[in-house]
């Protein structure tokens, strides 16, 4: 191939076939550009037929033969093979890639040769670019899971911030993407938490796991956010990097906000989290794993990786997250999924389960839904909590004082029964020695003995003499111990202490506390009782007659809620003493409890003075009471029975005048009633049926009817509303109206409440379908809400049926809401943690306040059929209709319109912008099997 030969023909063989086995073409041309050589790589890679593949081939015959196969694309051949040969005469080295027809990618080198000519070399680089691609790719997908973290992640170099995501700028106030960057991140975190944050970072110089701390950060707009913190090493661009991903919990519902500016080195940032980031599909199918996951649960990605979400999660629950899927990607507004923190049960994969708390992220991909995960182990957690809870339950509420020193004796801590005790409050000692109680009366021995003892590391006890703020002198019994760190070094002292000077008192106490009301000093029942037995006796025997009065303060229940229980003590002590001028001397007033209070009128001659006394009561419990620097305006309502004319008995006495006074209320309250033989008739028929209620559940006499509820766009049958019926074989059908009241009244309705949801969970989980999810509404009565085992109940029917949680709806009343509020709230977080739905029923009848439909999590409003019935003739309730439906729109509310009886009714409702109606229209309420049929046999009703 070489005009002289440089190698023996044995050597030259050997080196043209070690060059035939390359991997890499090889092509040589010489001066006048001629093929001097070439390997086989060479001729594979462009397939050139045997009449040009042979030394001495012209550069122009190879450059032809490419042009007409389609090599260079559609081109003049002649051109082209000009053009290339041209360009090789002069040649230069260059380097280029070149795809060629049957879609290999090929890196083609060219370097001159000293004696003229040029050598070249032809590489397959297709699987590297692939391999690219790939990489490119996945670092995509990391890129949008740690977008879509509802955690806010920062990686900072040299302290200083160089990427954050999403919700970093959301949770600190950034109001462009590269706001935070360059900031330096300790300027964020707040002074007295630096400390912490340098330990954390030797900690990390030692690779030792960190745990969770809280912490509080400094907002750009000068708002403060509380945060829980992770921190751990990363790598971004190359260099080595700290990332710190912090979990805002002053309001978890601020964790629904999405990421979207797009950074570099996503990949790097989500793996080294550790929290679990896992994206799955509509299908529940795992497509992504970071190593915070697997750290949790156990496995490698590529043991999950294709799997279903059901692997992490106990078999038990499979049923409710296959619907939670679903419901996810097929979701159309009626439940909000996404971005809540929702408590749930992990399985890892050795078995064990596990408490876990996650959030959800959306995003779309070529047409298709695509979920995030942010999993997190709160185990430790829960843990901590727990003990946490307890320990706290235990010193806050303890009948003793607790103080915590240094062990300088510097006071670190007091609970509330030291500052009620003492009359200091927490900060006025904090930071001073306990010497400030010091009443100088105690001998300075005994100080020097309790040191000595504690400073020895022994526990002392014993009686001490101190004095309260306002001067006066109390005894304590004191146990003072040391507390040791893990070294056995004292590091604080704790004092429990013990008043005991009401030891003193007790006795001459004891008879006061016993028979008279520690608010108003009045009389207690017990008293009033014994006074009463004593009036009746006299009366007897001298033939005289005796008055009992009952009276209620009308209303009193709204200045506790408006104003405060401290508000109403005011008032009751007021209340009091206006009763107190109302009476002769020998008369007496009692206070029963609550705002009720019981006057006795002995040694009458007739009733004329106990109308005269009752007028005088009304009067002056009309009148203004100033509480607080707040006018407010009460009545009364009272109840009268006499002795001997309606009663001898003083304990049916007093029945009778409670009678009375109830029916006062009846009547319109500021009045008084005196009692009649038809109360007691009233009474004994409320008793009866109270008696037939209590055993209604155990004879199967109540029954669960539904009622549907119609999408108003698509005429669809979507869900029920479960209405309660009662058929006694004594009494007949009763109303609901009539013994509901009795049930809450007599706290019956816990278990006829439990039953109901039981029995609607179980019939409406026959009604689902694959195609078609009916959801079931079901009342919640406010006593239900008064007890913590409403969410065990909940929670237990939902298990018991397999009804999905979504499929659940509960029904509120605003009168639920006003009592109760925080412990209503508490309950209600803890409802909607399982996936429960909410609906605040017959809006419009009671206080209607806006701010309770803000402050709960309400999917659905409920307008009352008050309003409904009388649309098409009353403009006012048209108007205000319409208003409530714009008003629950606004804020993202379903609306249900009840009561709906004519087409007129629905059609007025849909236009104005109402999802959901219910009522005659379509059906009656009836039993579960027939609802099940009107379900299969169901025609959409199209709107008109």
């Not at 022994?458 to 001067?471: M, T």
């Amino acid at each position: 191939m070489l005009d002289t030969p440089l190698l023996d023909s044995g050597a030259e063989t050997l080196l043209k076939d070690s060059l035939d086995q390359l991997d890499v073409g090889i092509s040589v041309f010489d001066a006048e550009l001629r093929l001097v050589y070439f390997n086989q790589r060479f001729l594979d890679l462009y397939k050139f037929p045997p009449a040009l593949a042979k030394p001495g081939t012209p550069f122009s015959a190879l450059i032809r033969h490419n042009a007409e196969s389609g090599e260079y694309g559609t081109c003049d051949v002649e051109s082209e093979v000009r053009f290339r040969t041209e360009r090789a005469l002069r040649f230069e080295a260059h380097s280029v890639e070149r795809t060629t027809n049957d879609g290999k990618v090929l890196e083609i080198q060219g370097r001159p040769l000293p004696t003229g000519g040029f050598i070249t070399t032809y590489t397959d680089i297709s699987e590297r670019r692939k391999a690219e691609r790939a990489l490119t790719e996945s670092e995509e997908r990391f890129r949008r899971l740690v977008e879509l973290a509802p955690d806010a992640i920062l990686v900072h170099q040299s302290g200083l911030i160089v990427y954050s995501n999403r919700q970093a700028q959301v949770m600190l106030g950034a109001k462009k993407p590269n706001d935070l960057i360059g900031r330096a991140i300790i300027d964020i975190i707040d002074p007295s938490y630096h400390d912490l944050v340098a330990k954390r970072l030797r900690l990390l110089a030692r690779h030792e796991q960190l745990p969770l701390v809280e912490m509080r950060l400094h907002r750009l707009d000068g708002g403060i956010v509380e945060v829980e913190s992770t921190m751990g090493p990363t790598s971004y661009s190359g260099h080595r990097a700290m990332q710190s991903v912090w979990r805002d919990v002053t309001d978890r519902k601020r964790a629904e906000a999405e990421t979207r500016a797009a950074k570099a080195h996503y990949q790097a940032v989500a793996r080294s989290t550790p929290d679990a980031l896992i994206a799955f599909d509509e299908e529940g199918t795992i497509i992504s794993w970071n190593e915070g996951a697997k750290a949790i649960y156990g496995y490698d990605e590529d043991e999950v990786a294709g799997s279903t979400l059901s692997r992490l999660i106990p078999e038990r629950y499979h049923a409710v997250n296959a619907a939670w899927v679903k419901r996810l990607a097929h979701d159309k507004g009626r439940h909000n999924f996404t971005g809540k923190p929702i408590e749930a049960h992990g399985l890892r994969r050795n078995g064990e389960e596990f408490p876990v708390e996650f959030s959800v992220g959306r995003w779309r991909e070529n047409g298709r839904n695509f979920f995030s995960v942010s999993a997190r182990d709160i185990s430790k957690r829960k843990q901590s909590e727990e003990k946490l809870r307890q320990l706290s339950q235990a010193v806050e509420q303890s009948p003793t004082d607790v103080v915590i020193t240094d062990a300088l004796g510097v006071i670190q801590y007091v609970n509330p029964r030291f500052s009620q005790l003492t009359g200091y409050a927490a900060s006025e000692v904090i930071g001073k020695k306990p010497s400030i109680l010091k009443s100088g009366r105690t001998a300075s021995a005994l100080y020097e003995s309790l040191w000595s003892t504690i400073s020895a590391g022994k526990e002392w006890r014993g009686e001490l003499l101190n004095r309260k703020k306002d001067g006066t002198l109390f005894w304590e019994h004191a146990i003072i111990s040391p507390i040791r760190d893990a070294d056995g070094v004292i590091t604080h002292y704790v004092s429990v202490k013990e008043d005991i000077s009401i030891r003193k008192e007790y006795e001459e106490r004891l008879v006061k506390q016993a028979n008279y009301d520690a608010l108003t000093g009045l009389p207690n029942r017990v008293l009033a009782m014994d006074r009463l037995k004593q009036a009746v006796a006299q009366a007897q025997r001298y033939g005289r007659k005796v008055a009992l009065m009952m009276l209620d303060l009308d209303d009193f229940k709204k200045v506790n809620d408006t104003l405060g229980h401290a508000a109403g003590d005011l008032l009751l002590k007021e209340a009091s003493l206006r009763l107190v001028d109302c009476l002769r001397e020998g008369d007496t007033v009692a206070r029963l409890g609550g705002d009720e209070f019981v006057v006795l009128l002995p040694d009458l001659t007739d009733i004329g003075s106990s109308e005269v006394v009752a007028e005088k009561i009304l009067t002056v419990c009309n009148q203004p009471f100033d509480v607080g620097g707040h006018e407010v305006y009460i009545a009364g309502s009272i109840g009268i029975a006499l002795f001997p004319d309606d009663e001898r008995d003083p304990i049916l006495l007093m029945r009778n005048a409670d009678a009375a006074m109830y029916r006062a209320k009846r009547e319109g309250k500021g009045v008084f009633r005196y009692f009649t033989p038809e109360m007691n008739a009233k009474a004994l028929e409320h008793m009866r049926m109270e008696a037939q209620l209590r055993h209604a559940i155990e004879r199967e006499e109540l029954q669960v009817h539904y009622q549907p509820l119609v999408d108003n766009a698509t005429g669809k049958l979507v869900g029920a509303e479960a209405l309660l019926r009662w058929n006694n074989p004594i009494l007949g059908e009763v109303s609901p109206e009539s013994f509901i009241p009795l049930a809450e009244e007599t706290g019956l309705i816990l278990a006829i409440g439990a039953w109901v949801l039981r029995t609607a969970c179980r019939e409406a989980a026959r009604w689902q379908k694959l195609d078609h999810e009916v959801f079931v509404a079901v009342n919640i009565s406010g006593k239900q809400f008064q007890k913590r085992t409403l969410v065990d109940t909940v929670r237990s029917a939902l298990e018991e049926s397999g009804l999905p949680p979504s499929c659940l709806e509960l029904e509120l009343t605003e009168t639920v809401l006003l009592e109760h509020t925080h412990e209503t709230l508490a309950i209600i977080q803890e409802l909607e943690a399982l996936g429960v739905g909410f609906a605040i029923d017959d809006f419009g009848t009671g206080f209607s306040s806006i701010s309770y439909l803000r402050r709960f999590p309400f999917d659905t409003l409920k307008i009352d059929r008050s309003f409904i019935k009388d649309l098409g003739e009353n403009e006012g309730d048209a108007e205000l209709v319409k208003s409530i439906i714009a008003m629950a729109n606004s804020m993202s509310l379903q609306v249900v319109g009840e009561g709906v009886e004519t087409h007129s009714q629905r059609e007025f409702l849909r236009v104005s912008g109402c999802h959901f109606t219910q009522g005659w229209l379509y059906s009656r309420a009836v039993p579960g099997k027939e609802f099940q049929e009107l379900i299969d046999a169901w025609v959409n009703v199209k709107p008109d």
